[in-house]
């Protein structure tokens, strides 16, 4: 098992509209020049010029002059501890004074409403959940699109963004699938399970938290080895992790109609097999809970592995995607 480099806890943090607003950085105990190292990611820099990253001023103050040197140059801003809050439950608007960020999984919560409101939502989300993990033919997936046209519309400012690969401008539900290939369509319909739910207000940190935590899964894999197949279960892994938490269900009742492969079921449902210490292992990073994160990797990668790098390419890519799709502002 190679040096773990995580020394900086990533954690996004929403607005009062519950929309991803910054991401905060969280600097862990470790020498200075490991610390300086995290700093001085160019990756980071790029990051920092395009979304807020803020630090806590009482994390602030507890850096080296030179690690606190290298988060200005980085472009990190410095906020005060008040102004992130971390609530027991969604609050209510206004925030309290002083307040500009939210953070925590009270945000993720299932908001209060009637079970006539979500049963049509939740229903055709489960549906094409189902198709997605069973590889469905187009024609039944195009059933769903039809049924609810803002789908479409999601799906296309997904395939739109930056990343997807495809070198063209994609127009329509059947061109989206004839240049992207069922693996990277399942990718974003996977995505447009958050990204589509305009009726609930969690869904930008819903599609931000389950789209770091599946490009996470899917960089490990490949630093573990995995072929391209065996990185796109773990992507699939990582975006069906919080499907329990979306629909407000047992994350087993959620998966069971999707008869999904059982190495992927274990890995969801008890943390087992190889891509089960995969993801207790991002989960562990997420928290910053270093003891965890080795002892789940040190069977399961053989070769260095550069957790940092891969915590800050995940949250660049589902930033990046965020903003060029427009999800921050649409919800």
């Not at 991803?20 to 700093?39: H, K, S, V, Y």
């Not at 630090?55 to 040197?69: E, K, M, N, S, T």
């Amino acid at each position: 098992m190679g040096v773990l480099s995580q020394r900086i806890v990533l954690r996004l943090l929403a607005d009062a509209g519950l929309r991803p607003a910054a991401l905060q950085l969280i600097p862990l105990a470790a020498a200075e020049d490991e610390l300086a190292a995290g700093f001085s990611r160019p990756a980071l820099a790029e990051l920092a010029a395009a979304f807020p990253c803020v630090i806590a001023a009482g994390d602030d103050a507890r850096l080296p002059p030179a690690i606190r040197d290298a988060a200005r140059a980085a472009g990190c801003r410095i906020v005060d501890d008040g102004a992130i809050l971390v609530p027991d439950a969604p609050p209510a608007a206004p925030l309290p004074g002083g307040v500009r960020y939210l953070a925590g999984d009270a945000l993720l919560q299932l908001p209060a409403r009637s079970v006539a409101d979500k049963t049509g939502s939740r229903t055709l989300a489960l549906r094409l959940a189902q198709l997605v993990a069973s590889d469905a033919e187009t024609r039944e997936i195009e059933e769903v699109f039809r049924l609810e046209p803002t789908l479409s519309y999601h799906l296309l400012r997904l395939v739109n963004s930056p990343g997807v690969g495809a070198g063209r401008q994609i127009t329509s539900f059947a061109q989206a699938i004839l240049i992207l290939g069922r693996n990277q369509l399942r990718r974003w319909l996977n995505l447009l399970l958050f990204a589509a739910r305009k009726d609930d207000p969690r869904a930008p940190m819903l599609m931000a938290r389950a789209s770091a935590r599946a490009r996470s899964l899917e960089l490990l894999a490949k630093a573990a080895g995995y072929d391209r197949d065996g990185q796109e279960r773990a992507f699939m892994a990582g975006m069906f992790s919080l499907l329990g938490v979306m629909f407000g269900m047992p994350l087993a009742d959620v998966l069971q109609p999707l008869r999904l492969d059982e190495s992927v079921v274990a890995a969801l449902l008890r943390r087992e097999g190889e891509l089960g210490d995969l993801m207790a292992a991002v989960e562990a990073g997420e928290r910053g809970d270093l003891d965890r994160l080795a002892g789940r990797l040190a069977d399961a990668v053989a070769a260095d592995v550069d957790v940092d790098g891969i915590f800050l390419d995940a949250h660049r890519w589902t930033l990046g995607l965020i903003r060029e799709a427009g999800e921050s502002g649409h919800g």
